[in-house]
């Protein structure tokens, strides 16, 4: 268990459709990072958050947006799905200082868009 | 752009071989890590190497940080079912440490 959780386990929505993931890095850890897991694709960098602010920008659509709150937990918003969008979505977190790139992550939420 | 390059993509074996993936990049990292993923799992963090020539030892696996930190080597000995699964090598570029490049990934599947 890395202490990062993420919720929910499982979402089937459809096209067109709007959903928010949800993420609480571990305890301590001021970074949050959101990938996505495609089968064909590999792991993918979306956003990176820290201490509340965007640090970071990957390969993530203007569909999707994400931020962070004050007691540290993220939130990842994807909407107008698409099929394409059906994927496993990671939060990791990381703690502040010399170990920062030290990435722990959560188990994971797999969409599935129909 | 960085890349980490894995090989093999692929790797079936029989319990008790010995086995070798590699990471390799033209560029310098400030740090690299090993995951291991199994399906439908986050990744977990196996071990982080800084120093070139680095070696680090978990168990039966060997972890080597190239003499100039371009690449990586990770042994298994004796390989159990039990290291079946996704093995992936990410970086930390110079100069920006909090963010990781991740390489290709490894498909180990380990047979009794």
């Known amino acids: 268990d890395s202490g990062v959780t993420q919720t929910p386990k499982h979402l089937i929505t459809a096209t067109g459709q709007r959903v928010t993931l949800r993420c609480s890095p571990r305890?301590?850890?001021?970074?949050v990072y959101w990938y996505q897991q495609s089968l064909d694709q590999g792991l993918q960098f979306l956003i990176q958050y820290y201490n509340g602010e965007e640090r970071a920008k990957g390969n993530i659509l203007e569909r999707f947006s994400a931020q962070q709150f004050p007691d540290l937990h993220s939130e990842l918003n994807l909407s107008s799905l698409e099929l394409g969008d059906s994927a496993l979505y990671f939060c990791?977190?990381?703690?502040?200082?010399?170990?920062?790139?030290?990435?722990?992550f959560g188990p994971g939420t797999r969409l599935t868009v129909t | 752009t960085q890349l980490l390059e894995q090989s093999p993509q692929f790797l079936s074996i029989q319990e008790g071989e010995n086995l070798t993936v590699y990471c390799n990049s033209s560029?310098?990292?400030?740090?690299l890590q090993w995951y291991r993923q199994e399906p439908g799992e986050g990744p977990v963090l196996l071990v982080t190497?800084?120093?070139?020539?680095e070696v680090k030892k978990l168990k039966r696996l060997t972890f080597q940080f190239g003499d100039a930190r371009k690449d990586s080597s990770l042994h298994i000995t004796a390989a159990q079912p039990g290291d079946t699964g996704l093995y992936l090598c990410a970086g930390a570029p110079r100069g920006n440490t909090d963010k990781l490049i991740f390489g290709t990934g490894t498909r180990l599947q380990v047979f009794p």
């Open positions: 990791a977190s990381s703690p502040f200082g010399q170990r920062s790139y030290e990435q722990y």
């Open positions: 560029s310098v990292f400030s740090s």
């Open positions: 305890s301590g850890d001021l970074s």
């Open positions: 190497v800084v120093t070139g020539g």
